[in-house]
């Protein structure tokens, strides 16, 4: 397992942007997926996005096209660019990994699974003002 490290949480208002960043180290794989998740006070923690090493992204539906998932492998570094803020969207954001054998054939809906994920950062937190 490696370590994950979370950075670019804030505080903004309603309509405003931010980009996450996780700085992946000490994981070897070169089959996986990374994700983001968020966990909201009295909430489970619930999946926000995810991309695999072949970079096919999911999202949830509550993103509706406005997160968008990606990864920069030369410097090991996932993000999550986060526009049109909403205050239900304030949680702490928590980016995860975890190794697959083959990708491809994991099914779309289970990607993003909390439960699958066996690698976790600490978690930045994000919060929308109205």
């Known amino acids: 397992q490696g370590q994950l490290v979370e950075s670019g949480g804030g505080s903004v208002q309603t309509g405003g942007s931010l980009r996450l960043s996780c700085v992946v180290s000490?994981?070897?794989?070169?089959?996986?997926?990374l994700g983001w998740f968020r966990q909201a006070p009295s909430k489970e923690r619930e999946g926000v996005a995810t991309?695999?090493?072949?970079?096919?992204?999911k999202y949830a539906d509550f993103v509706q096209g406005r997160f968008t998932i990606s990864q920069d492998n030369a410097k090991n570094t996932l993000y999550l660019q986060m526009n049109d803020l909403k205050p239900e969207d304030s949680a702490m954001y928590y980016c995860?990994?975890?190794?697959?054998?083959?990708?491809?054939?994991?099914?779309?809906?289970?990607?993003?699974?909390?439960?699958?994920?066996?690698?976790w950062g600490q978690g930045t937190q994000v919060t929308v003002s109205s």
């Open positions: 991309i695999s090493s072949g970079d096919v992204t």
């Open positions: 995860a990994a975890r190794t697959e054998m083959n990708p491809s054939r994991v099914p779309m809906e289970s990607r993003l699974n909390v439960d699958k994920y066996d690698s």
């Open positions: 000490g994981y070897t794989s070169s089959f996986y997926f």
